[in-house]
């Protein structure tokens, strides 16, 4: 099963290894609900919906 | 309520007692140091799984050298004394033979906080990352230890031992 940054890597295709760890935070806080986007603050690219991470 | 030694800049040495068991030393009505000063040490000794590739993740921490006032519980050091802290942590992968970058970092009430330093290579004997730094607490604030990291491509894991993955953390003062 996808994770969730590859999941975000198909649906924004031009997003590099790069991009999370600097303008897209992807987190998990270990409480069992699984990873979430904390923080989207890329320039161009926008935040996808959650259609598009189905 | 607490017993207070007061070096007042009016009065000179100020002296409150009650029966708390607590006791301040302050300057001119601010307290510097404090009798209650919480102190912790964890580590990951049971192997964590779900960490995702790029993923900031919390750490897991399920063993404590100790823990002073008992203020560290489910990986988090709630200290409920405000202060400064300093604090310091570990984050290792096993043995890698693979491009793989790991970083670790404190985080301060849900938000990174402090980074440690990254560990990025074509391959590594047990790469780790690891910092220190000191930050202010307020009586409510939490700490937690989080890792992001990718090994291969993929997803990571953690090493587990009281020398890989740690965290720690001690009263400076007020």
């Given at each position: ?54 | ?79 409920t004394v405000a202060g400064y802290y300093q604090l310091s942590g570990a984050v290792q992968t096993p043995s890698v033979t693979a ?67 740690n965290f720690e953390g001690a009263y400076l003062r007020s």
């Amino acid at each position: 099963m996808a994770t969730l940054v590859e999941k975000i890597k198909s649906a924004r295709p031009n997003l590099t290894d790069i991009d999370f760890a600097t303008t897209i935070i992807v987190q998990n806080d270990s409480d069992g609900k699984g990873d979430y986007i904390k923080e989207w603050k890329h320039p161009s690219e926008t935040r996808p919906t959650a259609e598009e991470l189905e | 309520m607490t017993v207070k030694i007061n070096a007042d800049t009016s009065d000179g040495l100020k002296f409150v007692s009650d029966t708390s068991g607590i006791v301040e030393i302050q300057n001119n009505g601010t307290t510097i140091i404090t009798s209650q000063q919480p102190a912790f040490s964890a580590y990951q000794s049971s192997a964590q799984s779900g960490i995702s590739s790029q993923t900031w993740t919390k750490v897991t921490l399920t063993t404590e050298n100790f823990d002073t006032d008992s203020k560290f519980a489910s990986s988090r050091f709630t200290p409920t004394v405000a202060g400064y802290y300093q604090l310091s942590g570990a984050v290792q992968t096993p043995s890698v033979t693979a491009a793989h970058f790991i970083c670790g970092a404190i985080y301060k009430n849900g938000t990174s906080a402090f980074q440690f330093t990254l560990s990025n290579a074509a391959s590594a004997f047990y790469p780790i990352s690891t910092g220190s730094t000191v930050l202010y607490l307020d009586s409510n604030d939490y700490v937690e230890l989080y890792v992001f990291g990718n090994v291969g491509g993929g997803d990571i894991t953690l090493q587990t031992g009281v020398a890989a993955t740690n965290f720690e953390g001690a009263y400076l003062r007020s």
